[in-house]
C-alpha cells in the first residue's frame, strides 16, 4: 500500500500518497511501460486499408465511437469494477468480473492484445512495485486477466483512486491508438496531438459514464470496429498483431 504522512500538505503541494500514486500512474500507463501496445492497433490497421480512416477528421471519428460506444466504454466498465470488487475484497465478484472481461472480448486477435498487455502488466508492475495482498487477488481471479482488469486490481492494492486510475488508463488507450494511426495514415505528430486533444471531452464522459455503470450495461455497438479486428486477421500486409 501507498505510505501516507500524517502531516498536512501544504496549498498547491501533493501529500506523501498522492505523490506516490501519481508517480505509479505515470510509469504504468505510459507508453514507455513495457506491456507491448506498440504492436497492436485494435483493428485500425484493417480500417485505414479500407478506407474508412484516412484522415485526422475520419480518425478522430472512428476512435471517438470507439470511446463511447465500443471498446473503450467496455474496458473502462471492467476496469471499474474490477477495481471495487478488489478494493472490497469480494473475490467471487472479483473472479465473475474477470471471466465476463475475457469472453466478451469480440474476435481472437483483440483477446491476444488485451490478455497479452494485461499479463505483462500484472507480471511487470508486480516486479516493481509489489503490494500486500496483490498476489492473493490475482490469484483469486482464476484465470488469465485482461488489460483493464488488471489495471483496477493492481491500482486498488496500492490504494491509488480509482477516478484518476480510470482517467489515466483512457488516455492511454486512446494514446496508443493515435500511435498505432500515426503510422498508417501516416499522421504528423501535430495533428495526432490536435486528435487527442479533441477526444478530452469523449475520454472524460466516457469515465463518468462507467463509474455510474454497473456490469449491466456493458455492450457494444461499434460493429464496424468489430468487423476490422475480425478482418485484421487475414489481412495481406500487416504491421501490428491487431
Known sequence: MLTTTNEPAGAGHLT??????????????SPAFPVGGF?????IEWAVEAGDIIDTA??????????????GFCDAILLVQAFRAAEAGDEARLRDTAELAAAFVPS???????????RAFIDIARAAWNADGLDATVAACAGPLVYPVAVGVVASAHG???????????H??????????????????????????????????TAARALSATLDDLGSATFR?????????TQYTRLFRS
Request: avoid cysteine; aromatic fraction near 6%.
Open 58 to 71: 475520419t480518425l478522430a471519428n472512428w476512435l471517438d465511437a470507439m470511446l463511447g460506444d465500443g471498446a
Open 172 to 205: 492511454a488507450l486512446v494514446s496508443n491508438w493515435i500511435s498505432a494511426a500515426s503510422r498508417l495514415i501516416p499522421l504528423g505528430q501535430t495533428d495526432s496531438q490536435r486528435v487527442l486533444a479533441a477526444l478530452e471531452g469523449a475520454v472524460a464522459a
Open 39 to 43: 504492436s497492436y492497433s485494435s483493428g
Open 225 to 233: 470496429a468489430d468487423l476490422a479486428s475480425l478482418r485484421h486477421e
Open 16 to 29: 506523501e500518497r498522492e505523490a506516490a500514486a501519481l508517480y505509479r500512474l505515470m510509469t504504468w500507463l
Open 160 to 170: 491509488v483512486r480509482l477516478e484518476p486510475t480510470l482517467h489515466a488508463f483512457l
Open 108 to 118: 481472437r486477435e483483440r483477446q491476444l492484445e488485451t490478455t497479452s498487455q494485461g
